[in-house]
């Protein structure tokens, strides 16, 4: 991680001297101690997302280009390849984040549902091996997706269930389901948000960012796995057809659930996501979702994503991937007790458990319907969105807006996978 903010600090110095081409040692890989090729992608990595802005949306170019070179220089011809290796990984690890970090970025009106349904059927179309069905709200209905479309019915922008799946049929490889909130606008429904930074509201699928980023980088890097990506995507917005508090709908699994607050969406979609990565027969699911407040305020702004996790070896390989890839994760209990919160009166859940520790009720909701595989549920809402004062505390490569977080971590532990029961 301090090799990624050297690297990074370094490539904006250049590009505001207005450098067209730098170069750099592999920092790390001398008395730092790690491995050439391990140093080399963090290079990679803390100089392209150093540098990352988002353009896309302005007329006027920045005051200082980007640099359109960058050389690593290693003396010993022998140690070249590793150099090479490393760094191509880097490159495709950083990349995938940036795009991300554009998808949370892009106003809510430029990443609909139907636009990320489109990104995602482009990416799957640059590999042979992969494929990507976009389930439409009429296939949704049809599987039982009650939760899920009971969140979409407020918009007019159609809803879109997007999975993504890497070596499809290969039934000699282990299965990886990876699953994302797609929340790409929420206005809180019926149970309005308050306005102030409501604009920031077009970040909620920062989690189907993250996987639509691994996805990239899964194809790119032909990881000997079947790795899927669920998307579930869909405005939240109040209506004439929008659901209600007291409505109560009926998930894929046939549970049923009161709906106390309507701006507890993302918990809704998750849950018949989660259902639906069960038909895979999966080795592991994790989801990511920009789920809670409550989060934010247990952990801060920007520092871990909160952790829950039904199996321990599970567990282990993600706090493994947390420490290399330097996007951190932070172990959260999954009390038995929390359900008590979640009693309806008319239904068999609550969709909250009211203000006192919402972020373990948010999980423990989710974990109703997270049955018959190992589960890890990555609540990231402190962490998609970079709104902290600048300060030479903070890592170089962070900018203000979305942060791509989730890539990096999903990307080293699918590497690392070596098929343990």
């Known amino acids: 991680e301090s090799v990624r903010h050297a690297a990074a600090a370094a490539a904006r110095k250049a590009r505001d001297l207005g450098t067209k081409s730098f170069s750099s040692i592999?920092?790390?890989a001398g008395v730092g101690g790690f491995a050439l090729e391990q140093a080399a992608q963090a290079v990679a990595e803390g100089t392209i997302l150093g540098l990352y802005?988002?353009?896309?949306?302005?007329?006027k170019a920045p005051d200082r280009a980007d640099p359109e070179r960058f050389t690593l220089v290693q003396f010993d011809e022998s140690k070249v390849s590793a150099v090479e290796k490393g760094a191509e990984l880097g490159q495709i690890v950083a990349e995938a984040a940036c795009l991300a970090r554009d998808l949370i970025n892009r106003p809510a009106n430029y990443a609909t549902p139907s636009d990320l349904a489109e990104l995602a059927l482009e990416i799957a179309g640059e590999f042979d091996t992969m494929r990507c069905q976009v389930l439409n709200e009429e296939d949704a209905n049809e599987l039982g997706m009650g939760s899920f479309l009971g969140v979409a019915q407020g918009s007019e922008e159609p809803a879109a269930f997007i999975v993504m799946e890497h070596n499809p049929g290969r039934e000699d490889l282990d299965t990886v389901v990876c699953v994302g909130k797609g929340i790409t606008f929420d206005s809180g429904g019926?149970?309005?948000?308050?306005s102030?930074?409501?604009?920031r509201m077009r970040g909620d699928m920062g989690g189907a960012a993250a996987v639509m980023g691994t996805m990239l980088a899964v194809g790119q890097l032909d990881i000997p796995l079947h790795?899927?990506?669920?998307?579930p995507a869909t405005e939240n917005l109040p209506s004439g057809h929008a659901y209600k508090p007291g409505d109560v709908i009926t998930a894929m699994n046939g549970k049923t659930i009161e709906v106390i607050n309507t701006d507890a969406e993302g918990r809704l979609i998750l849950a018949d996501a989660l259902a639906y990565a069960a038909r895979f027969e999966p080795k592991a699911v994790i989801d990511l979702a920009t789920l809670t407040g409550a989060c934010v305020v247990a952990l801060g702004r920007g520092m871990a994503a909160?952790?829950?996790?039904?199996?321990?070896?599970?567990l282990g390989r993600l706090q493994a991937a947390s420490q290399t890839s330097g996007e951190r994760i932070w172990h959260m209990p999954l009390y038995d007790e929390y359900l008590a919160s979640l009693q309806s009166l008319t239904a068999d859940l609550a969709n909250t458990g009211g203000r006192f520790g919402g972020v373990g009720t948010s999980a423990m909701f989710l974990k109703q319907f997270a049955e018959g595989y190992p589960?890890?549920?990555?609540d990231v809402a402190g962490v998609t969105f970079e709104e902290r004062p600048p300060s030479p505390k903070l890592p170089a490569y962070l900018q203000r807006?979305?942060?791509?977080?989730?890539?990096?971590l999903l990307v080293q532990f699918l590497r690392d996978w070596d098929g343990a029961d």
């Open 53 to 59: 802005r988002y353009q896309d949306l302005k007329n």
């Open 401 to 408: 807006g979305g942060t791509g977080f989730g890539v990096r």
């Open 227 to 231: 790795v899927v990506g669920l998307m």
């Open 26 to 28: 592999v920092h790390g």
């Open 196 to 199: 102030e930074k409501m604009d």
């Open 375 to 378: 589960w890890a549920h990555l």
């Open 306 to 314: 909160g952790a829950f996790c039904t199996d321990e070896d599970l």
């Open 190 to 194: 019926i149970s309005l948000k308050p």
